[in-house]
């Protein structure tokens, strides 16, 4: 039985501000004082437990924030970043060298695509993209140089599943470190506990699912969270992507309701997604059984969270589905906007958004097609209404 419940993890946590507030303080500080230069130089050395030197280093309320989701993610540590991306590209710069290889899934996250293929190239770290769901292929892209392997468990944004523990077999076989984020499937999945060394989330999304900030986290070993932190080589430390503690402590307090919000978006995606799929519309939704991996990410999940608040619809090209998302807009039932987790349904194209960085024949490859619309489920009180409203949308355009 699986006993690791995300949820009851970030809840035993309890933390209290200075007067005994039930939320803790915000430590609105980017530098702390110390009463003898010895502590000072033993807080530098790492050497001093409970002491505070720098905030780019840590601060209390980045720790609290990182404590909280190293216990969802069942890490022993974790650190969070200013955005995404800042906690993407620290981890795999710290992991690589010059001259080393990274095998990644070929559909993820724009950015970090375009980071791998333009970017990570200029300090010769060279990526092989492959179909992350034939394990097989995995492999095969394999060379001694390699040295980390980097998916997305539900990928951005054609939500191909990536076998977790599949991956973490071959990423131990060839001493490799299996990279995941998990921004799409918050406390549904722990990949961490399927083998995953490093799991890395934009906070941006579900976690703290008010669209208000950008935020990013890595969770992984003390061990690896302290190289991240390093003042000598810790490319976190390094090169800088540090949140503020307001954000942190505002991040951490939308967290507390994560788990009620993944059962609502996951209940509206599935209930929406079963509709669709019976009315003819081509769907993708990890919980459908039409979905190529269902039965593997449904043995995946906790499912208590459910399959997401993420899918798909193909309505046939780029014209139809900008009329589409426009008229959605104008009836209020969600917002044309990239991004995803909001308490609104947000859709957009993402040929032409969040994946414009690639290629438009590797769009073509890997099944990205012009008239895909991405929706981010919201948290809808009625979504059989929310249904109806869709569908006449969907029938004036001629799309149903
Ligand atoms: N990972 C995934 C799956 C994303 O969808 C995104 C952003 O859309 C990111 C990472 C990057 O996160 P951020 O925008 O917070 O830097």
């Known amino acids: 039985m699986n006993t690791f419940n995300p949820a009851d993890k970030i809840q035993d946590l309890q933390y209290f501000g200075e007067f005994g507030g039930v939320n803790p303080s915000i430590s609105d500080s980017s530098t702390y004082t110390f009463l003898s230069a010895k502590t000072m130089f033993d807080t530098f050395e790492g050497n001093a437990e409970g002491c505070y030197l720098y905030s780019r280093h840590s601060s209390p309320s980045n720790l609290y924030l990182g404590e909280a989701l190293a216990a969802m993610e069942g890490t022993e540590a974790a650190n969070v970043a200013a955005s995404g991306m800042g906690a993407i590209t620290p981890v795999l710069m710290q992991l690589c060298n010059a001259g080393d290889h990274i095998v990644s899934s070929r559909t993820i996250y724009g950015g970090t695509y375009a980071f791998l293929k333009n970017f990570a190239p200029k300090f010769a770290i060279k990526t ?52 995941v984020d998990n921004t799409f499937s918050p406390l549904s999945v722990a990949p961490g506990k ?45 090169l800088g992507p540090t949140m503020d503690s307001l ?21 509206n995606a599935m209930y929406l997604a079963q509709k669709f799929e019976k009315d003819g519309l081509k769907v993708v939704y990890p919980g459908l059984e ?33 009329e589409l998302m426009e008229l959605m807009q104008q009836k209020n039932l969600g917002y044309l ?32 097609t012009d008239g895909l619309i991405r929706f981010s489920i919201g948290l809808d009180n009625d979504i059989e209404r929310t249904y109806q409203i869709m569908k006449q949308c969907m029938t004036e355009l001629n799309v149903l």
């Open 290 to 322: 039409s979905h190529p991996s269902h039965k593997l990410y449904a043995g995946m999940i906790n499912q208590e969270y459910g399959f997401g608040g993420m899918m798909t619809i193909d309505v046939g090209n780029l014209d139809k589905a900008n």
């Open 128 to 179: 092989s993209f492959v179909d992350i769901t034939k394990l097989d292929k995995v492999e095969a892209a394999i060379t001694a140089d390699t040295k980390v392997l980097y998916c997305e468990t539900v990928s951005n944004p054609l939500l191909e599943v990536a076998d977790i523990a599949g991956l973490a077999q071959i990423a131990k076989k060839h001493n490799l470190k299996l990279v």
């Open 247 to 267: 954000r942190a402590a505002s991040i951490l307090k939308n967290l507390r309701t994560l788990h009620i919000r993944m059962k609502q978006h996951s209940h």
């Open 194 to 238: 399927l083998g995953a060394d490093v799991v890395i989330h934009s906070l941006t999304k579900f976690i703290n699912g008010s669209s208000d900030t950008v935020g990013g986290v890595v969770c992984g070993t003390q061990q690896f969270i302290d190289d991240l932190r390093n003042v000598n080589d810790g490319a976190s430390m390094l």
């Open 337 to 368: 906007a990239v991004s995803l987790g909001f308490y609104k349904t947000l859709f957009s194209a993402p040929g032409t958004s969040t994946s414009s960085e690639i290629p438009m024949e590797e769009q073509q490859e890997m099944g990205l």
